[in-house]
Nanobody
């Protein structure tokens, strides 16, 4: 498994932006597909975005497509989630996850390493 540490969460007004970062350690970062998930109170954990091993393939949940951008820097062992035009419904704990495959997956069960989560709160 790889160790993951997220940062960058916080409180922001609706329409604002945040950038989340997730630093990986312990294994070869480029061996992993990476994903961002989120979980709001009383709701199941949901896929937000995924990126393949070299950043060449990405995917997004319909609810964030066009507003969020996932990227990775393998030299820095870091994956990012740029979140723009934030809405109150984006409020959740955001988790970074690593999958020991070249490509991401939309299913949380396909990931074997998780960060501790970072809270994002969007006020309306």
């Amino acid at each position: 498994q790889v160790q993951l540490v997220e940062s960058g969460g916080g409180l922001v007004q609706a329409g604002g932006s945040l950038r989340l970062s997730c630093v990986a350690s312990g294994r070869t970062f480029s061996d992993y597909g990476m994903g961002w998930f989120r979980q709001a109170p009383g709701k199941e954990r949901e896929f937000v975005a995924g990126v393949g091993w070299n950043g060449g393939s990405t995917d997004y949940a319909d609810s964030v497509r066009g507003r969020f951008t996932i990227s990775r820097d393998n030299a820095k062992n870091t994956v990012y989630l740029q979140m723009n035009s934030l809405k109150s419904e984006d409020t959740a704990v955001y988790y970074c996850a690593a999958r020991p495959r070249a490509y991401y997956s939309g299913g949380y069960y396909d990931y074997d390493s998780w960060g501790q989560g970072t809270q994002v709160t969007v006020s309306s």
